[in-house]
């Protein structure tokens, strides 16, 4: 019999991180454990207000799993058991990982996986004033890869700010939602001028069908739009390219599912994440294996990650120890 526990953590940020809908100060996650007696696994998820969650909700919707555990709920019922979400991805991780400590073996080995290497990461530069987001670019302008958070007035400003901070580096945007058609229209022509590489989620996703009507010079990207497979058939004709992240599949199981269903339907790949600690971005690199984007710098936002931590360095986000999951 398995036993569970759930408890909020709060992580500070590094500074305050603001996109289209606010800004924040610190990171609340929810970890989920599980035992068997004698081995651990664990599993960390951010509950995200825009989809209707708070910690408060998902600690409940996690404690409604703890009778199911006791008469025997595993990770495949778990998927029928609690929809798509944060909740879902906390106990879906703490199963995985608690499978690995059972079997002596990682989770990408348990997965049918490829052993996974490094991979570059975006870094993300939030919103704030053309001066501020070029002096920010200036100081990651050796990063590869910067996501620059839009979605509001002067956003033609920021991106020439930012670009003149950071000539070199290769841009993609994430407007959140942010923008109107008649903005994306007026602004897709800078963004190519730019060599800006992606935009992300530029419409409301419940307006997004206005994209599969007007030309898109550069590659869009579904994220609030995209959650798990049941979200493919309607992003078809509209977005290029789907954003993975784990809080909205709810776990690695279907995160794996839906990268292998989004492949075959002609979908590129970018694999993302919310503000988070390396428990979280640990199951995502192993979806992050060989995509076309990779945005998981959720600990590098953070003043401090937890202990065993993930490795970034020149070449990427490297894989998680052991100790730390899976």
């Not at 390219?241 to 990268?259: H, P, Q, V, Y």
Request: proline residues 6%; aromatic residues 4%.
């Amino acid at each position: 019999m398995l036993t569970l526990t759930v408890e909020e953590q709060v992580f500070p940020l590094a500074e305050v991180f603001t996109i289209s809908r606010g800004s924040r100060t610190d990171a609340r996650v929810v970890v989920a454990t599980l035992s068997d007696g004698t081995h651990v696994g664990r599993g960390e998820c951010v509950p995200y207000a825009h989809y209707g969650e708070s910690v408060e909700s998902v600690m409940a919707q996690i404690e409604s799993q703890r009778k199911p555990l006791t008469e025997g709920l595993d990770r495949l019922a778990l998927q029928s058991s609690l929809p798509a979400g944060a909740a879902r991805n906390a106990l879906d991780c703490a199963f995985w990982d608690l499978e690995a400590k059972c079997a002596d073996k990682p989770v990408w080995e348990l997965a049918g996986l490829p052993a996974p290497g490094p991979e570059v990461s975006a870094f993300t530069l939030s919103l704030d004033t053309p001066d501020v987001m070029r002096e920010k670019a200036q100081r990651h302008a050796d990063k590869p890869l910067l996501k620059l958070k839009l979605g509001g007035e002067g956003d033609v400003e920021r991106l020439r700010a930012v670009r003149e901070g950071a000539p070199n580096a290769r841009i993609i945007v994430d407007a959140n939602e942010g923008w109107s058609v008649d903005v994306y229209q007026q602004l897709a022509p800078v963004l190519v001028e730019l060599g800006i590489s992606m935009v992300e989620q530029p419409l409301p996703s419940n307006a997004d069908e206005a994209l599969a009507g007007i030309e898109r010079p550069l590659p869009v990207c579904a994220d609030e739009a995209c959650h798990d497979r049941h979200s493919l058939a309607a992003l078809t004709g509209r977005y290029d390219m789907i954003n993975i992240k784990l809080d909205k599949t709810g776990g690695l199981t279907e995160a794996l599912a839906l990268k292998r269903e989004a492949k075959a339907k002609g979908f590129d790949i970018m694999v993302g994440c919310m503000v988070g600690s390396s428990l979280s971005m640990a199951p995502a690199l192993l979806v992050a294996q060989g995509v076309e984007i990779v945005d998981l710098d959720g600990p590098l936002l953070l003043a401090n990650d937890r202990e065993h931590g993930m490795r970034f360095d020149t070449d990427g986000i490297h894989p998680a120890s052991s100790a730390l999951w899976g």
